[in-house]
Each structure stands twice: as structure tokens, then as C-alpha cells.
């Protein structure tokens, strides 16, 4: 198991961190840099509930390994929110419409939601439940998500 | 109508911010300095003699402070019928049978440990069908375990599930028509999002803080408080403080091995000890919803009217016992008291078998039992030759009525819901098209006004009120994200004059938090609710006394309104709710402005007959759906979702919708695509891309109707909503199913390979002259009287 070194941006700042090649994203975040807002639900890729950005993009986490965000930027729930404390419109979205029950799911829903409106910032219905098709939700059956979703889209 | 301030408002979940901002600390999150992790070694036969543990290697590796096996703890018995220990000795009698137990330095030490044990087993003859279990000669799953009179070794467990109303011979006699139907229902697991896991921890004199995900907090405590007396430590005390729950449906209402062996661990090594499930674990180890194979037949009168319901169930155990086999004590409330039926017999059998051990999932057997009835209602229905829509509103439920089962019927918004379905989906025009698309609905009873399961039905609160006029509200209720800590805010800030966002609700720690019997029954909205507002009331008179004395006036001429005290008569006369409390304080002779309240219902335990008005009102709901069935690949594709229920009244008609969306969406899951599958007594499909839980692209759009029949009962008027979402889903769908290609599925989930053999089984059938006296549906061996 070889150690390397990985410099990338996470939630807008700079960072240097030497890493077992084999750890994963989720293992950096959590167990490396205490960030526990991302969540671990099955750890094989299939819940969704690891979702971070790389690049903007959603990924899992949890069998993304951490050697690949060398160079490139992250944006976990913890960074979503601004300098002030301000909620994303997302998170006040997901708040106002119901969208958050046990909350386990949010976090990685939020995640994947904001990859989508990111790129696409005025979804139709299909396009969002698309989105956040590998994200599961066990509390919600999904359409206070999907409407804190649209809501949010037209705020933005 | 009374002008409400908080109730009845959309308010956003109090515990949302922390939530959107990961901020929010669940089991997974928490750590303590010294903390060490603990692994569980599973059994990997299903039945079979321990013939020798060797854990020497495991010990001996670095990191690892100590190793457990059922041979050197000391003897704790858990579990509804106490037939389970944290650690098996002597045979292990499922796949998940705890065998041994490590705790290290670091999960991976512990992973690595767990490879290091070394079990010689002696594999044993297995069962895993429970009739197969129930006949003579069947392995044993417990050996010292008798039964009936002559207390012979059986498989059947000594458990009294018998309800007789009426005379269920004489129902028969009375009908036109009878309809018998077998109907199967298989395990499915919660599929919370969060894991299990817990975390234990001693201090120096050996008392106990358990960091924990339970839905009984109370009742947990006293499990272990038990089980450290088993350890020898008797007079310690339990302290369990919940972390932020990731979804609970049932699955927490006992506790479980995983959590005594944390205990143990953590004892064993005086360091504060965490297991946490992994999703793998979390399929095969923890208790799913109880299958049950159940026969049952309806009967009716020429017109339409029941006339009897006899059912009998048998329950596969598993190997242990927890509260899925006591899932026919609510079985019994569909079976006797949804639509208005004369006579009832119900006979269930719970038999142990080797296959995983079941638990409460949201909804206890109703959902079980009400597919089964409701699926017969479309069936006799159609051999009484009436539009179901017609047989349910002929026989439904009505106020005051008192069940066979002895239940009191207070409000009942049934029929109501029942038309609602109707109107929606246009019933009349779109029933019997039998062209691929159909629509079908049922119907469900519950409770509504708590379930007296215990001795107690009980739940306490203490409010304080400080200087500012901020509410801490110290509830025993436990929120696992269903909003409980929103709605007593809005029930204690409407009872106290104040805003919602003034109240703090407090609910993870026993040491804090009056008693609870558990976020169960569908009860924490209407008893907790109910126990918040009888302290909100007392508190609120204290306050009153303190400020007719500060104003001059009479304490029963004043008010609170908007955070201000005022004089009924004269607005205008009128002091900030602070300014008030400040001058309780700030006085000689002050005094502090706190109140407890302890509400339990007036509802009955069940008598030995299992009668008794088990909850002080019922909640009714109706869901109707329509389908479309692909003939060629035997797909379901739900069009329309109708979901109506009584509620009594919405305290939050945001929370409440979340509620009947998840509940209905869980079940489409239980109706279509959810199973665990057990080949041999093993899990075959842990994790999601195996066990089908619905995406987002799968759910249908939901309409939500709230009924409101504001109980009296009820807090602000009402009734429980958190499991009926998802009990009359499966019959629905099945129903709907066959409007739409006449074929009836009595087996769930129900499959696209189920739809396709019933269809060409059908074809084949049509293409023969049909036996007389079979419907066209041969899954239904009806027998016309009269």
C-alpha cells in the first residue's frame, strides 16, 4: 500500500494531504478530515447517500478513490452554505417543502440536486427524478424532494 | 372554527438546518476518545453444533483489547420470548446467529480478527418452511422448548393468538356467497438509510451511557439495566441518549444482540465501544416485517352485507423471537373491525423455523392481514356481482359503532374517504375496462388514540419557560424524522400563546426525558401531543397566576396570545409574555415556571379474549389506484395514486403529507418489487442493487387527501397518521391489477414473472371450457350458496 501525496480544493480552499493510495473519497472526508455531513449508507455505491461534487460533478464517495481529486476541486454539504451562515437555496428548499425527514439522504441529495442545477439550471420533473435516481430516500417517497428541487430551480 | 395561530400550519422541521447542513450527528458520526470498535463473527450455517471456538490468534493480534464467544459471557436473555443471548453457545440456529465478537483499536484490526476466529461447526438438519416445521419429526429449532398439553418439544410457539366474536359457523350459514382464498406475504426489511449501530460506555463506579438509535428509549433502558444485572452489576445505572435517528419504521422497537455485546465489549475492556452495522449486515442481521402464509374466507349476503370472516395465519418465527411474533394481536384489529362483519374467527400459529427472526415494521400485520381481507372484499364482491366501490361503502364503518373486537368507534371519516377515492379516480366510468389499465382501492382501519400494548400507554413531559418567554419542552417521545419535535412545538406554542419557533423540544436522553412507552402504534402525535398540551396547560396557568398579580387583574380574565399577556375584556390591557416571567423571578417568594404532565389514554389492554378498545380512537384511510399492466412483459406501471385518510385533524399538513407519501411509496415497494430473499436460511440479496427500494424514477405522483373528523380525543383534534400510509397500498394495486387484466396475484410482491404466468395460465383456461362453479379467477375457489 503505497502513500502519495494530493493537493486539490475542498469547499474553496486549498489542501495538501498525504493519503493511502487505496483510501477512498469518503474515507478522506470523514475519517481524515472530520467532515461527517457526508454519509456512508451501503458503501458500494448503490444509495447515494456519499454523494459529493469532484469538479461539479456528483460522485459516490464511497468507491470514488482519493488519489483521483488530486488537482481538482470538491464540494461536500459542509461547503454549501455560505461564508455567513446563509443557507443554498437548495437547503432552504429542501427545508421548506418537507423535503428532509430522517436527513440521512439529504445531504447527498442535496449534492446530486445541485450537480444537476448547476449544469441545468431549469430542470423539467423527469430531469430531476434522472438526477436523483441513485440517491435513495426510505422516509420521503421522493416528491416533497422533487418539489423542494423545482422550487429551488426557480429561485436560482 | 377556531382561529389557530401554529396548528395547522406548513412549519418546516425543526431539526431541518442541522439536517441540509450535515451538521446533524447520527450514530455513524459520534466518537469518543478512547473508543474502541466492535465486529460481530456471524454463523454461516443456518442450523448446526458449535463443536469448538479458538479465538487465540484473534487475541493475540495487535490492537485487539478483547474477543467474545457465547462460552464467556455471562447469561443475558433478551427478546420478546427471552429465547435469544447476545453470544450462541452450544448451536447456532440461523444465518445470523452472533457466534463471536471482537473489539479493536480500529475497524479494520477488528475486521482482521474476525478472520482469525476459527469455529468448528457440526451442520444439523434445517428448517425453513413453517409447515414444513409444524410436522412430526421436523429439526428442532430449540430443543428444550415444549409445548401443548402433553409439553412435548415443538416448533410452535405457546402463543394464544385466537379472537372469536360471533359465530363464525352461523355467518356461514347466513350466506349468499363465500370466497376462500390462501394469500402469501414474505419479508421485507426497513431499509433505513442509516445503518445500526450503538455505542457503550462505562464510567469508573460501572454505570452505563449507551448512545443509541432505539424508538423505546424507556424501555430499553430497562433491558439493559437487566442486562447488567446478568453481568453482576446490579443498582447501575442506564443512560441512553439517542443520536439523530437515520429512519426507524419499526425496526428499533427492541433491542438486539449487537447492542448487549457492545455492552459486554465495552465492560470487558473498560473503553467506550462502538459497533455499527454495514449495509451488508443491515439486510441479514437485523429483523425484518413477519411473512405470513394466511387462508382466509369472507362471506356475504345476497345484497352485498358481510357475513363472516374466519382467518387463519401461520407465522414463520425464525429462530428467535421478537415482536414479529406478536404481530397478530394487530392482525386481529383489520381482521375484526374493518367494514362492519358480524362474525370472526381468527387462529394464527407463530412456528420457529431457521430463517431469520422478524420485527414491528410500520404498520405491525396490518398490512399483512389487510391485504389478504382486502383483496377477498374485490373478489366476493364480484361473486355478489357488485361494484366493489358499492360493497365497501355497504359495509363500512361508521361513528359509534361498536367492533366485534369490542373497539368504540368515535370519529370515522371511512366512507368519507371511500367517495373521496371514487370521485378522484371516476370510478364508475373508468371500473371494468379490462383493457390493460384498471383501477382498483382499499381501505384500512388502525389505531388512531394510542395502542394500550403495555400496562401503560403513557407519555411525560416537563416544560420550563425562561426569563425570555423561550419554551424547552422534555418530552419522552422519540423522533426518528417523522417531525415529533415540530409538532409538540406547534401544539405546546398554540396551548401557551406563543410562536413555534419559541419552543425547543428536547427528546434523546433518559437521564433528561420524562417516561415513554415508544414511538409506536402510530401513537407519539396523539399521546405525546396530548402529554405536551396537559403541561402547556399547566405552565400556562402558573404564568397567568404570576401575571394577574403583576397587572392587577383576575388570573381567569387574562390570556396569552402572540408572545403577550392580555385581559380578555380589554385588549388593551396587556404585558410582554418576558416582562411577566422576569418578575417571577425577580421577586421574594419567586417562583420558577415549570410543569409536568403525565397523559395516558383511556384506552383498554386487550382482555383474554383479545377483546377491549384497544386505542382511544381509529384512523381510516382509502387509497385508490389506477394501473396499467404491459401484457407482454408483465410490468406495473402506477398512473394515478390517490391516497385518502382520515387524520382527525392536520397539525402540520406538510409533515403529515410526508407521512402518507412515504408510507404509500413504501408500499408500492411491499406490493411490487421489495423481498428479502432467504435461500436456506441465507440473505441472497444484501444490498440495493439486489433488494429493489424505489427510486425517484419509479414513484408515481401522490394525492394526498386529508380527511379531518377533528376528534375529540385528539390533540387539537388528531388521530395517529404514521403507519396507515402504506397498509391498504398492496390490495390497492392488487385490485387495480385485476380490473385491469383479470388476473389476481395472492402473493407479493407482485412481480412482472407472477403477472405473466397468471396471464398465460388464464389464456390457457379460457381456451378451455371452464369447470363450473369457478370464477374466472382461479386463484379464487369460490363456492356460490343459495
Redesign the interface.
Known amino acids: 500500500m503505497g502513500k502519495l501525496t494530493i493537493t486539490f480544493e475542498l469547499n474553496g480552499e486549498a489542501l495538501s494531504v498525504e493519503i493511502e493510495s487505496h483510501l477512498t473519497l469518503l474515507g478522506l472526508l470523514r475519517d481524515r478530515l472530520e467532515l461527517k455531513g457526508t454519509k456512508e449508507g451501503c458503501g458500494m455505491g448503490e444509495c447515494g447517500a456519499c454523494t459529493v461534487l469532484v469538479d461539479g460533478k456528483a460522485v459516490n464517495s464511497c468507491i470514488f478513490p482519493a488519489a483521483e481529486v488530486d488537482g481538482k476541486s470538491v464540494t461536500t454539504i459542509e461547503g454549501l452554505s455560505g461564508q455567513d451562515g446563509d443557507l443554498h437555496p437548495l437547503q432552504r428548499a429542501f427545508i421548506e417543502h418537507g423535503a428532509v425527514q430522517c436527513g440521512f439522504c439529504s445531504p447527498g441529495m442535496i449534492l446530486s440536486a445541485k450537480a444537476l442545477l448547476d449544469e441545468n439550471p431549469r430542470p423539467t420533473e423527469e430531469e430531476i427524478r434522472k438526477a436523483i435516481a441513485g440517491n435513495l430516500c426510505r422516509c420521503t417517497g421522493y416528491l416533497q424532494i422533487i418539489e423542494a428541487i423545482k422550487a429551488a430551480s426557480e429561485k436560482l | 372554527m377556531e382561529d389557530f395561530i401554529n396548528i395547522g400550519r ?1 412549519v ?2 425543526k ?12 450514530i ?2 459520534l466518537s469518543i476518545p478512547g473508543m474502541l470498535y466492535g465486529k460481530i463473527l456471524y454463523s454461516p450455517h443456518a442450523h448446526a453444533r458449535i463443536l469448538r471456538i479458538d479465538t487465540s490468534r484473534a487475541e493475540r493480534l495487535p490492537g485487539v483489547r478483547a474477543v467474545l464467544t457465547g462460552y464467556n459471557i455471562p447469561s443475558i436473555k433478551f427478546g420478546f420470548y427471552k429465547d435469544n443471548v447476545p453470544l450462541k453457545a452450544g448451536k447456532v440456529r440461523s444465518c445470523r446467529d452472533e457466534v463471536a465478537a471482537v473489539a479493536a483499536t480500529d475497524p479494520e484490526i477488528a475486521e482482521e480478527a474476525l478472520d482469525l476466529i476459527r469455529v468448528d461447526y457440526e451442520a444439523l438438519p434445517a428448517v425453513f418452511d413453517p409447515e414444513e416445521a409444524m410436522r412430526e419429526g421436523a429439526p428442532l429449532i430449540h430443543e428444550e422448548h415444549v409445548g401443548g398439553k402433553e409439553k412435548k418439544p415443538t416448533n410452535v410457539l405457546n402463543l394464544p393468538w385466537k379472537l372469536v366474536c360471533g359465530d363464525v359457523e352461523e355467518g356461514k350459514r347466513n350466506s349468499a356467497h363465500i370466497a376462500e382464498n390462501r394469500f402469501k406475504v414474505t419479508w421485507v426489511n ?6 445500526s449501530g450503538c455505542l457503550a460506555h462505562f464510567d469508573h463506579q460501572n454505570n452505563l451511557t449507551i448512545y443509541s438509535i432505539t424508538q423505546i428509549p424507556s424501555l430499553a433502558q430497562k433491558d439493559y439495566t437487566e442486562a447488567l444485572s446478568a453481568m453482576g452489576l446490579q443498582g447501575k445505572r442506564v443512560r441512553v441518549i439517542k443520536t ?6 419499526g425496526s428499533k422497537l427492541d433491542t438486539y444482540a449487537f447492542e448487549y455485546i457492545a455492552i459486554l465489549l465495552a465492560h470487558k475492556t473498560r473503553r467506550p465501544v462502538k459497533i455499527v452495522f ?2 451488508d449486515e443491515e439486510f441479514f442481521a437485523t429483523s425484518p416485517r413477519q411473512p405470513a402464509i394466511i387462508d382466509i374466507s369472507q362471506g356475504c349476503t345476497k345484497d352485498g352485507r358481510l357475513t363472516f370472516r374466519d382467518v387463519r395465519m401461520i407465522l414463520d418465527n425464525g429462530a428467535y423471537t421478537s415482536w414479529g411474533a406478536t404481530t397478530p394481536s394487530v392482525m386481529m384489529m383489520p381482521i375484526s373491525s374493518l367494514y362492519k362483519v358480524p362474525h370472526v374467527r381468527y387462529v394464527a400459529k407463530c412456528v420457529y423455523t431457521n430463517n431469520t427472526y422478524s420485527q414491528a415494521m410500520r404498520g405491525y400485520g396490518n398490512p399483512q392481514a389487510t391485504f389478504a381481507i382486502e383483496s377477498q372484499i374485490d373478489i366476493l364482491s364480484e361473486m355478489a356481482g357488485i361494484d366493489p366501490l358499492d360493497f365497501r361503502l355497504r359495509n363500512a364503518n361508521t361513528p359509534g359503532e361498536v367492533t366485534p373486537q369490542n373497539f368504540k368507534i368515535q370519529t370515522c371519516g371511512l366512507r368519507e374517504c371511500i367517495d373521496a377515492v371514487a370521485q378522484k379516480l371516476d370510478w364508475r366510468q373508468n371500473r371494468g375496462r379490462r383493457d390493460g389499465r384498471g383501477i382498483g382501492m382499499a381501505s384500512l382501519i388502525h389505531v388512531g388514540g394510542g395502542a394500550r400494548v403495555y400496562k401503560s400507554d403513557g407519555c411525560g413531559t416537563i416544560i420550563k419557560v425562561d426569563d425570555f418567554g423561550m419554551v424547552n419542552v422534555i418530552t419522552g417521545a422519540t423522533d ?4 415529533v419535535d415540530t409538532v409538540i412545538a406547534q401544539i405546546v406554542a398554540e396551548e401557551l400563546g406563543v410562536r413555534t419557533e419559541d419552543v425547543s423540544v428536547i427528546h434523546t436522553d433518559t437521564d433528561v426525558c420524562p417516561w415513554d412507552v415508544g414511538a409506536h402504534a402510530s401513537r407519539t402525535t396523539f399521546v405525546a401531543g396530548n402529554s405536551a398540551r396537559g403541561a402547556a396547560r399547566k405552565v400556562k396557568e402558573l404564568i397567568l397566576e404570576v401575571a394577574a398579580r403583576s397587572m392587577g387583574e383576575r388570573p381567569e380574565d387574562l390570556d396569552i396570545r402572540d408572545r403577550t399577556v392580555f385581559c380578555r375584556n380589554d385588549p388593551e390591557k396587556k404585558s410582554p409574555l418576558g416582562k411577566v416571567l422576569r418578575s417571577a423571578h425577580y421577586t421574594t417568594a419567586g417562583r420558577m415556571m415549570m410543569a409536568d404532565y403525565f397523559y395516558d389514554p383511556s384506552n383498554e389492554n386487550l382482555d383474554r379474549e383479545f377483546k377491549g378498545n384497544l386505542s382511544v380512537t381509529y384512523t381510516y384511510g382509502t387509497h385508490g389506484i389506477e394501473v396499467e399492466v404491459d401484457r407482454e412483459t408483465g410490468e406495473v406501471k402506477i398512473l394515478r395514486y390517490i391516497a385518502a385518510h382520515d387524520v382527525g385533524k392536520a397539525i402540520n399538513p ?2 403529515l ?2 407521512q402518507v ?6 408500499g408500492i415497494g411491499y406490493a411490487l418489487t421489495e423481498r428479502l430473499i432467504l435461500h436456506q436460511g441465507k440473505v441472497m440479496n444484501p ?3 439486489d433488494y429493489k ?5 419509479d ?1 408515481p ?2 394525492e394526498a387527501l386529508v380527511i379531518e373528523t377533528n376528534d375529540p380525543a385528539g390533540p387539537f383534534g388528531a388521530k395517529g397518521i404514521g403507519e396507515p400510509g402504506l397498509v391498504p397500498t398492496a390490495p390497492a394495486i392488487a385490485n387495480a391489477i385485476y380490473d385491469a387484466v383479470g388476473v389476481r396475484i395472492t402473493e407479493l410482491p407482485i412481480t412482472p414473472e407472477k403477472i405473466l404466468k397468471a396471464l398465460k395460465e388464464k389464456e390457457l383456461s379460457e381456451h378451455r371450457p371452464a369447470p363450473v362453479g369457478l370464477p374466472e379467477d382461479r386463484a379464487a375457489r369460490g363456492s356460490h350458496h343459495g
Open positions: 406548513r418546516p422541521k431539526d431541518g438546518e442541522e439536517k441540509v447542513t450535515g451538521r446533524a450527528v447520527y455513524h458520526d426497513h431499509c433505513c438509510m442509516g445503518t439523530t435517528i437515520g429512519g426507524g419504521f454495514s449495509r426518528m424524522g417523522q417531525g406538510m409533515l403529507e410526508g407519501y412515504g408510507g404509500a411509496v413504501m444490498n440495493f442493487l427500494v424505489l427510486t425517484a424514477r414513484v405522483r401522490i
